[in-house]
């Protein structure tokens, strides 16, 4: 019997995991859910999402477009979640726990639920009571535009139950995107959180004007931040220059595809927030981050410099300059 996988979100990288999937060539069905009933009737009748990826062909001979994500979920066995972290209670605002009962529930997405400042895997058990081997988190480094072209990627897919993350790994191996199987499930989703918050910073720094030499020794000391984060959250063995986290780090933090560095460098720049949220017209997910990391940083006790200075600027209203001058004083 064929797999029945969700995705649930519409945006560039599940418009990505689509174009994946479809590719894919496990037999499988694949259930999507389509925010807006614009999009979903474009994509029924043009094979395109009008707006994220829409180079991408939706190969609509393999996949069922829902407007509903209840449906979705109850006719899916594998549920991808890959919405916006802010958006993705209201996402599953009418699915409870029988709903997501014995399934396998994969996210994708890499920021923090802002109402109750938990990571997607820890408000997913929370919530609906889905055991912790149950849940699967997608790590990178892998950019939605570089998929579309199809350029060589690797996906990172961890779970305390490693038998889930390879169930869940197999149906996105392709030509062009290579898999990996971890059991670090804490470690790889704060690694995807923190690295959007290191990105900012670097694209802060690139638009004051600091050059590479800087952005090389922040992110070493980026690297170091996260690895004393993540043991200090959920302490094992891990190789922090494994490329989940160093990887997809640094990708983040250089890529011309990196909203997040985009954000950053257009604070840098001069620009407020809400102008550069509007500028943008797409979620940086590590300026949300940025707050809600505060209180864990705060509630362990840790010493996270970088964190701290991009929090400050964006929350805070420090002055990016004065910033940035204190935290250089603090790398090493």
Not at 217 to 227: C, D, F, T
Request: a negative charge.
């Amino acid at each position: 019997m064929s797999a029945k996988i969700g995705v649930i979100g519409s945006g560039s990288w599940a418009t990505a995991m689509i174009k994946m999937l479809s590719d894919n060539q496990q037999d499988k069905q694949i259930n999507w859910w389509v925010r807006r009933q614009e999009d979903l009737a474009y994509i029924s009748q043009y094979h395109h999402n009008p707006s994220y990826l829409s180079a991408v062909e939706v190969k609509l001979d393999k996949i069922t477009l829902f407007l509903d994500a209840k449906d979705v979920i109850q006719q899916s066995d594998i549920i991808i979640l890959n919405t916006p972290a802010a958006y993705l209670e209201d996402a599953l605002s009418e699915v409870n726990e029988i709903d997501l009962k014995d399934k396998i529930i994969v996210t994708a997405i890499k920021g923090i639920v802002p109402s109750i400042r938990m990571i997607v895997g820890e408000f997913i058990n929370q919530q609906f009571q889905v055991p912790l081997a149950d849940i699967v988190v997608v790590g990178g480094p892998c950019h939605a535009e570089e998929v579309s072209l199809e350029k060589l990627s690797y996906l990172t897919f961890a779970s305390k139950n490693a038998a889930n993350a390879a169930v869940v790994a197999q149906f996105f191996q392709t030509h062009y995107i290579n898999t990996i199987v971890s059991n670090d499930l804490l470690g790889v989703e704060y690694g995807a959180v923190l690295k959007n918050i290191y990105a900012l910073a670097c694209g802060i720094c690139h638009g004051l004007g600091y050059g590479d030499n800087f952005q090389a020794v922040l992110i070493s000391n980026a690297i170091r931040e996260m690895e004393y984060f993540v043991d200090a959250i959920d302490p094992q063995t891990r190789e922090i220059n494994h490329s989940a986290y160093l990887g997809d780090l640094l990708v983040t933090s250089y890529s011309q595809f990196s909203r997040n560095r985009t954000f950053g460098n257009m604070i840098g720049k001069g620009y407020s927030v809400k102008s550069a949220q509007l500028e943008m017209n797409m979620v940086a997910e590590g300026y949300l981050a940025s707050e809600c990391i505060q209180d864990i940083i705060h509630k362990h006790h840790l010493d996270m410099p970088i964190c701290n200075t991009v929090y400050n600027i964006l929350y805070k209203n420090q002055p990016a300059t004065q910033a940035v001058k204190a935290l250089s004083e603090k790398l090493s």
